[in-house]
Every structure is written in C-alpha cells, then in structure tokens.
C-alpha cells in the first residue's frame, strides 16, 4: 500500500476491501458443498457449534450460504457498474465522439435523466429487462450511467480546452484518439474513484432488488436475496437476516471507503500551513473613551502569538495614546496581522496568545474579555479589516449589521440603531444612506464597503481604530479617500490609529509613528516625521530604498530585499534579518540584538546602528 | 408595450422563472415519452407477458384490441397523451381497476411517509451538524469528530431498508415499543420514518458541519466577532444562515431519492403506498399500474427540484440561482 494511503480510513477501507475480494474468489470453491448442503432435520435453528448463524427453512447453514453469496453479489455489482460506466463514457464524451450539435442533444438527455434518483431509473429498467438476474445488471447499469456520463462530461469539458489537447487536434489526432490518448488518460483519477464508489452503489443497488424479489431469483442467491428470506422469519429467527445485512454493508463499506480514501490522497492538503495560513487575519481595536491609565488606549507587553510549536509573533512591545496614529509595517509573514488580531482578542484557537501586559483603556484583556470587557470592545474598539468584499455577511442588509452592535451593546432599540446606522453611514460621506442601508453588500463597490465598515465602527463611541490593510484590495484613488476618512475621524475625535499595511510611504503619510517588525519581533520604533532620513535599522532602510519615487532612474532595475521574509518554523538564533543584511557579522547570528529606546524615545534593535547609512 | 416587454426580460426573476418551466417542460416531456416507451421497449407482446403463455389466443387478441396496442405506434402516443391529460392512466390488468383509482388510494401513504423523513431529517442535521461543527473547530476534541464521522458514514452507506430491518428488529423484535408493519395510528409512523431519515441526516449532518467550519473561517464571521456579539447570535445569526443553504441545496438533491426509497422502506414495513403496489404490479406483470407509477414517482422528483430551486432563489440575495 502506498505510504500515504496508511491512514486510519486507507488501512480499513484495504482490509475490508482485500477480505470481500478473497472470500469473492475463494469461498464458493471452499464452502459450496456446505452451503448447499439441505439439512430437514434442522430447519430454522438459532445459532449452535456446527451452524454459527443458525439454518434456513431448508436447514441449510446461514453463515456460509452468506461466505459464498459473496461471490454472486459482488461479481454482479462489478459487472453491472462496468456496464454504466462504459455506457457513460460513451455518452459523457458524445460531444467530442459525434461532434458539438449532436453531442448537446445527448448532454441535454443525461440532465433530464440524472435529476432522476438511481432506485427509480433500475426499477423502470427493470420493468424493459424483465425480472431476474440479467435484467437487474443491465437495469442498474443504465441507471448508474447518467450520473457517470455528466461526470465525464464535466471533467472531459475541462480538460478539452486545455492547450495541450487543442495541440493535438491541429497536429491531425483523430477524434477518438485525442479522447482516449489525451482527454482519458488526463481524468482517469477522478473517473475511477468515482467508479469505485458507484460500485459501492450497484452492490447495495442489487442487494435492493434482490431483496424485493426482482434480481437474483431461486435457487441461485445473492445477499439480498438472504435477506429478504431473512426478514420473513425475523421473529423467530433473526440472524438469518442480520447477517446477510452485516454483509452488505461491509462490502459497501469497502468500496466506498476505498474510494474515499483515494480520493482524498488526490487532493491532500497540509493541515499545519492550512492553521498558519489562516492565523493572519487581523481585526483593529477600538479606542477607549475610559481611560484608567491616562493618555494610553492600548498597551502591548511581550506580547507572543503561537499556533502549537510555532510562534509567528515574538514578544511584542508598544502603545498607544489618545489619538495617536501609530502604523505597523513589514513583510507578509513579519506577524504585523496576527498582531492586530491578538491585540483585538480575536485570535481562534488552535492559537494562543501570551502577554506581560495587555489593556484597552485600562482593562487587562490577558484573561479573555469578560461581560462588561466584551460590551466595552463593541462599542469603542473599532476594526477595518482587509477585503471589504468579504468583510460583510453576504445574507443581511448593510444597515442591520451595522445597527446589530448598538442592538447588542447600547440597548437601542431596532429601529433607533438602524436610524444610527444610516447617520453613521452619512458621517462616513457615503451617498444616499437612507436607501444603501436596505442593500445588502454585493450592491455596494470595494470603496464603498470599506467606508461602510468604517461606519460600523463608528456605531459607539470609538476610543481605536484597528485597520488591517485597509486599503490594498482597493483602487489607488479609492485608497487615497479611505486613508483620509481615517485620518479625518482619528483628528475630529482623537481616536486612536492602529494601522497595519505593507506599504512603509502610506504609513509614513498617515502615522505619528512607525513600527516595524521582522520575524514576529519589532525592529523599529521611529518617529514618522524622521523618515525616511531617520531611519537606522538596515531593514527600514531596505523597506524605503524599495520604494520607487519621481526620482528613481527608471534604466535601473528595482531595488528589492535580498533572500526572502522568514518563515515562522525557521527563525534563525541570532537577528531574524541578518541572512538578509549586508553589515551582518558573526556577532549578529549569535546573539539576537534587543530593543533599544534612546534619548528621544525612537527604538531600534542592531548590533550595527551607528554604522549604517 | 416594446418598453415592457424588455423591462420584463431585464428582470432577473422573469428570467429565471422562463428558464426553469423551460427545463420543466421539457423533462416532463421526456418522462411521458419514457413511461409511454417503457411499455413498448419490452420484449415480446406485454398482453401475452401479463396473461401467460396459457392464456387462449381470442383473449390476448382482445385485450390487444382495448388497449390499442395493434394501432400505429404514433397514434398510440398520442392517444397516450391524451388520455393522460384527461387524467385517465388505463386499466389494471390484475385487479381491472382504473388504474387513477389505484393511485389515488395509494399516494397519500407515500406523501406522508416522504414528507415527514425529510422534516426529520433536517430537523436532525442542521443543530447537529452546526453544534459538531463548533466543538470539533480548529481540530479540537479529535475523539468526538471521529466518532461523529464513522457514526455519520455508516449510517450514510446503509441503504435504507436495512436500516429499517435493524429498526425492525431492535424496536419491533426486542423491545416490543411501536408496531413494525402496516399503517395505523401516529406510532406506526416511527420506524418507517425514521429508517427513511436517518441515513440522509447523517449525509446531511455532514456536510452541514463541513459547510459552518468553511462559514466559521469566512471574514464576516470574523467581523461578526469583532462585534463581540454573543456566541449564540454568531452562530445562529451570522453563520447558520450562510451555511444552511448549501445544506438545504443537498437535502434537495436527497430529497428526490428519499421519495424512490420509499419503494423499498414501504415493503420492509408492509406501508400501504405507492412503492409496494409498484413492485407487486412488476410481480404481477401488471404494467399499466407500474407505468402509472413510475410516471407519478417521476413527476414527484421533478416537483421536488423545482420547489428547491425556487427555495434557493428565495434563500439567495445574490441570486447567483436566478442569474446562473
């Protein structure tokens, strides 16, 4: 077995599957004789050492009449899915058999036909075929058909447009050759797990028919033929039924299970990186009109964010004051969403977040937000996130998700929060509120999204705002508006600004100050009015070189950062950029250098920081 | 009247309604056509099937004679048609009753039966399903994920008579709690029901829990956290609504296989209904009362996946249904 089918779901789905295949082969060879054997002595007895099962009405032994209906169930099952697949490969492919017009004649017949459950398509088949066991193969095997024609239809659709089969076609490939050659081989993968799982289908199909006394007929027998002998003498005699129903569901269960298990070893994904991928989504905090701590809104110590061995934020410090704009910029991976997101209190487990200290308006959120904690985060900690296009619940109306906090949190009724609601989409300049708040968010554009959910925030009385990149999945003029209604509300009400972006100009534009972090950690802490001449961290400096401006000489090609950002599982010991840097020595992959305030409280951790320039 | 006519057409619900009776028509049309050639595509002469070989010539020559079998095949379809828009469905050859009788006698059962397993089916995997998908989030309680989903394959690759034959024998056989043939009173319901519902609900269980954790990780829900609003409302606000209609899309999709699976959980169960008069009537060679059937069964599944494309639409504020 292949290494990555040994999971616990490919080991079982094996062994059942090898067991129902061997006793398909071998037990009609090894126990014919015993489960023909009639014994009208022992008519219908329970179960005993020489009949584990009991015996039939005819005192033949249950146990192995089921061991060798195996055979007869199964084999015709196989043939049975083999015949709809061959008839829906035929079918599935029309289109490219017998060319575009006839082809969508036959396309259209498998969509009427595939709306149409499998039971009652074999049950009028059954009908045309006649009862027994050759009408019940081709019954069910024109009933499988039509869902395996619009499977290949599908994928033969999907892989037809590609270049390599259309390179076939012009080079002069038959038709029937490119299908087979090109086409067959390219979606053989999903067309057998599918064909397996059908397979489980037929069998329980047959076992059905079987049993309603339209497939199998006497003196041959499969397991539904048992089981509907079975089920009349259930009050005396149940086992005569259970068993050949355990059967059936055994071997259903190997096809499907193996054809699940191969299915999945297709389209593996890696569950680690899928936790770290979805960590960094961040959510901005909302100022606190309580301020128990003085000026300070927010205050950050050691901060540490970690998905099980990883820790993609390494002990954090800062805060923030009333009104103050404080930016935060890095690479994607440097942990600067993750850190909006924990400060917010909205990193989910698996994750964890650890800190020294953490208070919004002087309350210690270290523990979780408790009642009066929660209802203080909903009405003044504000957050803008990245994609307005998913930001909103697609199924309510924008005016009611912005009304939902005040609902929740300020005890408004209804209708007040809604009338709120369209004074704050007012305040946030979007046109004709009365009318945008019954939309929902598909009728609004990026620009007019992010404005919204800016609004939202406003629904209290915001002490800070958290914007996660607020202004990437947008256009450069729509950028320019959003950037400048923030920075209108953090003046008009000295709220607070946490915010987060790639871009080192745009903060540089709109922050009193500039955090930058690398590897989880923040490397610089610099007035924004000093830069880009204060800048002394040799990853500032790289981050504003690769800024193109009006002056850059266009023959050059454009300044980058060498190597690439660090991984969260592969932080070096030392500094996390010295891989990177051109003044790196020895000292710099040994040490990791701390974080330095000076005189004018700037903060910057390098080994190197008088040297640089 | 140009004017309207294009405002008409520029509505996206006129649009959607012409394309979906379109598709109606032109399935019904091919189920008449597939119940009216059933019945010729059989080998050999139906009357001499249905009478046995020792039936006397004049007798099959007769019967041929009253059913038309000996006009041109056109002239039989049409008059096929015809008689079904009049609400005539033939004659049983067995019981030489009208076959609309038969029917109308039977279907209600049916009805029933079907309806009330899909109620519970939903009933069952939608709390559970979102409750599964908010314990096991995140890969927490690994025990209980397992447990839910070998439980929920299981019963899934159980075909339903099974079920109901393991029903049988636990609740009828063993404890002796509620009738397990035949239908009269409320508690005879239980078991049919049940071994018609169950299977689907752990489909529908499934992909319920698989759709909320897809929800639970989308932005909104994170924005809907942001709010700080109570864990209830995100759940049942916020994320129940995004994720039911994928769920209710499938249950749709099983719905028109609960109704052929009728056929088999009514024979379990001896239910008077449309599925065990379908395979007596095979049995019995008695084709006009199977076309009659499989002709009803037919228009039940189209009628279901109507209703739930117009559920979805409705469900759908972005009308990605109605435009696609």
Partial sequence: ?613 | MRAMTEKLTDNAWVRFAARRSRRLLLSVWVLLTAAFGMIHLIPGDPVRAALGVAAPPELVAARREQLGLDDPLWRQYLDYLGDLSAGRFGTSTVSGLPVSQVIAERYPATLELAGYAFLVAVALSVPVGLTMAVLTRGGRRRRLELGFTSTSVFLGAVPEFLIGAGLVYLFGVQLGLVPIAGRAGPDSYVLPVLALALGPAAVLARIMRVETLAVLDADYIRTARAKRLPDRRLYLRHALPNSVTATVTIAGLLLGGLVAATVLVENVFAWPGLGSTIVQSILAKDYPVVQGIVLIYGLGVLLVNLLVDVGLALLDPRSTIRES
């Fill in chain 1, 1 to 613: 077995m292949p290494k990555r089918l040994r999971t616990p779901l490919g080991v079982t789905a094996a062994v059942l599957l090898t067991a129902v295949l061997t006793l398909t082969v071998l037990a009609p060879v090894l126990w014919g004789g015993r489960a023909d054997a009639v014994d009208t002595a022992n008519i219908l007895q329970g179960p005993s050492a020489a009949h584990w099962a009991g015996t039939d009405g005819l005192g033949r032994d249950i146990f192995f009449r089921v061991l060798v209906a195996t055979r007869l169930s199964v084999v015709l099952a196989l043939l049975s899915t083999g015949l709809g697949v061959v008839i829906g490969l035929l079918l599935g492919a029309a289109p490219q058999l017998i060319g575009a017009r006839l082809g969508r004649l036959v396309t259209a017949g498998v969509n009427v036909a595939v709306a149409f459950p499998g039971l009652l398509l074999a049950l009028s088949f059954a009908v045309i075929f006649g009862v027994g066991t050759k009408g019940s193969v081709l019954a069910i095997g024109f009933a499988v058909a039509p869902a395996f024609a619009r499977l290949t239809g599908t994928l033969v659709a999907s892989v037809a447009e590609r270049d390599f089969v259309a390179a076939a076609r012009i080079a002069g490939v038959g038709r029937l050759r490119v299908l087979v050659r090109h086409v067959l081989l390219n979606i053989g993968e999903p067309l057998v797990v599918n064909a397996t799982v059908a397979a489980g289908g037929s069998l329980l199909a047959f076992a059905g028919l079987s049993y309603l006394g339209l497939g199998v007929q006497a003196p041959s027998y499969d397991w539904g033929r048992l089981l509907g002998e079975g089920l009349n003498s259930l009050y005396v005699h149940p086992l005569a039924a259970l068993v050949p129903g355990a059967a059936v569901v055994l071997a259903g269960l190997a096809f499907n299970l193996t054809g699940e298990a191969v299915a999945r070893q297709i389209g593996q994904s890696t569950p680690l990186f899928a936790a770290v991928r979805r960590a960094p989504r961040q959510e901005p905090a909302a100022p606190s009109t309580v301020d128990k701590d003085g000026d300070t809104v927010l205050a950050v110590e050691n901060l540490r964010v970690s998905f099980g061995e990883l820790t993609p934020v390494r002990g954090l410090s800062f805060t923030i004051r009333r009104g103050e704009a404080v930016g935060v910029v890095g690479e994607s991976g440097s942990g600067k969403s993750l850190t909006a997101l924990a400060v917010a209190q909205l990193i989910e487990a698996p994750g964890e977040v650890r800190a020294d200290r953490l208070e919004f308006a002087g309350e210690d959120l270290r523990h979780g937000p408790s009642r009066a904690q929660r209802r203080l985060l909903g009405t003044s900690f504000a957050m803008v996130f990245q994609d307005p296009m998913s930001s909103f619940n697609p199924t309510q109306r924008i005016g009611r998700q912005l009304a939902e906090p005040a609902v929740q949190h300020q005890g408004l009724g209804r209708r007040e929060a809604f009338a709120r609601a369209v004074d704050r989409l007012r305040a946030v300049r979007l046109p004709a509120p009365e009318r945008r708040a019954h939309q929902f968010p598909h009728e609004f554009s990026g620009g007019m999204r992010q404005r919204a959910m800016i609004g939202m925030g406003l629904m209290g009385t915001p002490a800070l705002i958290v914007a996660d990149e607020p202004t990437t999945a947008l256009d450069v003029t729509v950028q320019r508006q959003v950037l400048a209604l923030l920075e209108d509300i953090r003046a008009a009400d000295s709220v607070a600004l946490l915010l987060i972006s790639h871009d080192i100009t745009v903060v540089g534009q709109v922050c009193q100050r500039v955090l930058v972090m690398y590897a989880g950690r923040v490397v610089e802490d610099v007035a924004a009015a000093a830069l880009p001449a204060g800048a002394r961290h040799p990853y500032t400096r790289a981050l504003l070189a690769a800024v193109p401006h009006l002056g850059t000489d266009r023959d050059l090609p454009l300044t980058v950062i060498p190597g690439r950002p660090v991984e969260p599982g592969e932080v070096p010991t030392g500094c996390a950029f010295a891989p990177r840097c051109a003044y790196a020595d020895e000292h710099c992959g040994r040490e990791e250098p701390p974080l330095e305030t000076d005189a004018t409280g700037a903060r910057v951790a390098c080994w190197h920081v008088g040297e640089v320039r």
